[in-house]
């Protein structure tokens, strides 16, 4: 069964700066997607950024980016010039690929990290 | 942009009522979830519900739940019997079925057992 682990569970950072959050997962499969989502204190979840595993090139959305390490099953987002509204819970989550009659989507989960933003 | 909808925001319930908790997916979505957070903790997922049938489910997804898609727009989770511990947030996700399609998530079911 897949595993996700995120090992901090709260982390901070000063307004303009930037803040590394980490993931690592476990898997067997060779393809499967892998997301970040945030959840701010209204507890909405909202995705933030995907990334293909087929794809080596590290996925980008604006101030937010990934370092996805397939060999080492690490999948780190990295927020640029943090904001006030970037303080969350953020989410790291795993799915296989869609497979009728096998595989149906589901998102496995991490723990989370709590983003505080300090001004 | 096309939203899951979720109803009501808050329920507050007494242990042992039934509680039926409603979603609306984005319409032409074919895979459709239920997930739950306990608050502080992971979201878990309870079951997913392709073709009108449960395709997969948890531990968590025992007898005291169920689901159902009545009108081929909604999408319900009741629970029979509802206990201390089901106190959570209830996350509805609707998925569209393109191979690198994102779930999209509902607002969420506040959930008090009382």
């Known amino acids: 069964a897949q595993t996700v682990t995120q090992s901090q569970p709260e982390m901070s950072v000063q307004e303009a700066e930037t803040v590394t959050l980490s993931c690592t997962y476990d898997t067997s499969e060779s393809d499967y997607y892998l997301f970040w989502y945030k959840q701010p204190p209204s507890r909405q979840m909202i995705l933030v950024i995907r990334?293909?595993?087929?794809?080596?090139q590290n996925a980008t959305e604006n101030r937010f980016s990934v370092n996805f390490q397939k060999a080492a099953k690490s999948f780190s987002l990295k927020i640029s010039d943090s904001q006030l509204g970037d303080a969350a819970m953020y989410f790291c989550?795993?799915?296989?690929?869609?497979?009728?009659?096998?595989?149906?989507?589901?998102?496995?989960f991490g723990k989370g990290t709590k983003l505080s933003v300090k001004p | 942009e096309p939203e899951v909808t979720q109803t009501p925001s808050h329920q507050v319930t007494q242990m042992g009522q039934e509680v039926i908790l409603r979603c609306v997916p984005i319409?032409?979505?074919?895979?459709f979830y239920w997930y739950r957070q306990i608050l502080g903790q992971k979201v878990e997922f309870l079951v997913s519900?392709?073709?009108?049938?449960?395709?997969?489910k948890s531990e968590i997804f025992d007898d005291q739940f169920s689901v159902e898609r009545p009108d081929g727009s909604n999408f319900t989770l009741k629970i029979r019997s509802t206990k201390l511990e089901d106190s959570a947030m209830y996350f509805c996700a609707s998925l569209e079925g393109r191979w690198n399609s994102p779930l999209h998530f509902g607002n969420g079911t506040r959930l008090t057992v009382t």
């Open positions: 989550a795993y799915r296989s690929v869609l497979n009728y009659g096998g595989s149906q989507g589901n998102l496995i």
């Open positions: 519900f392709y073709n009108n049938e449960i395709s997969e």
């Open positions: 990334q293909e595993a087929y794809k080596q």
């Open positions: 319409s032409n979505h074919l895979y």
